[in-house]
């Protein structure tokens, strides 16, 4: 069974770039997409975007401008880059594996970002 | 884009009853993009029905999926304790997007 784990800074000052990488340990990295997700405190769940091992992206239109997904098969992990933070960006970060390229099957624990000064 | 609407935002039952969860979409999606996930404070959420209402490994039998089109069900049989949680349900698209609908608490009466 896939197991993922994210990582990161906890606090991170507006209009700073947000970084975060999730370590994947089982299972092949090449037989999921790989996504991150996101939900505010008290707020519903919000798709960022994925990338495929092979390096290919996809974005939420809404956030695409800012973002940028990576990949490091190597070390076996991924890793999201969102630019120029609000505070409208401080949620828990959850790191996934797609299934069957259309559903969430693997989660992370998730990380609480905030943006701050 | 497909926008996803979830009803009602709380449903408020005792243990024991039968629980029915709405999602509808604002166009014609397919049942087998439609997909359900459960969670709980402070825990990731967690992959209940998928694909053509395939419960995923471990979910009870309680627990079913049903609908078509633009409107869909979770239905919970009988309410156990551990069932009380927020739902979402979540499609893929053509487009490549991955949206989630805004979630349904279930709490105790």
């Known amino acids: 069974q896939v197991q993922l784990q994210e990582s990161g800074p906890g606090l991170v000052k507006p209009s700073e770039t947000l970084s975060l990488t999730c370590t994947v340990s089982?299972?092949?990295?090449?037989?999921?997409?790989w996504s991150w997700i996101r939900q505010p405190p008290g707020k519903g769940l919000e798709w960022i975007g994925y990338?495929?091992?092979?390096?290919?992206?996809n974005y939420d239109p809404s956030l695409k401008s800012r973002v940028t997904i990576s990949m490091d098969t190597s070390k076996r992990q991924f890793s999201l880059k969102l630019r120029s933070v609000t505070a409208a960006d401080t949620a828990v970060y959850y790191c996934?594996?797609?299934?069957?390229?259309?559903?969430?099957?693997?989660w992370g624990q998730g990380t609480l970002v905030t943006v701050s000064s | 884009e497909i926008v996803l609407t979830q009803s009602p935002g709380t449903l408020s039952l005792s243990p024991g009853e039968r629980a029915t969860l709405s999602c509808r979409a604002n166009?014609?999606?397919?049942?087998?993009?439609l997909v359900w996930y459960q969670q709980k404070p402070g825990q990731a959420p967690r992959l209940l029905i998928y694909?053509?209402?395939r419960r995923a490994t471990g979910v009870p039998d309680r627990f079913s999926g049903s609908g078509s089109g633009t409107d869909f069900t979770l239905t919970i049989s009988r309410l156990e304790p551990e069932d009380f949680a927020v739902y979402y349900c979540?499609?893929?698209?053509?487009?490549?997007?991955?949206?989630f609908g805004p979630g349904t608490k279930v709490d105790i009466k």
């Open positions: 089982r299972g092949s990295i090449s037989s999921y997409y």
């Open positions: 996934a594996s797609v299934c069957s390229g259309s559903y969430f099957c693997y």
């Open positions: 694909g053509e209402s």
């Open positions: 979540q499609q893929y698209g053509s487009s490549r997007v991955f949206t």
């Open positions: 166009q014609t999606i397919s049942s087998s993009s």
């Open positions: 990338i495929y091992y092979s390096g290919s992206t």
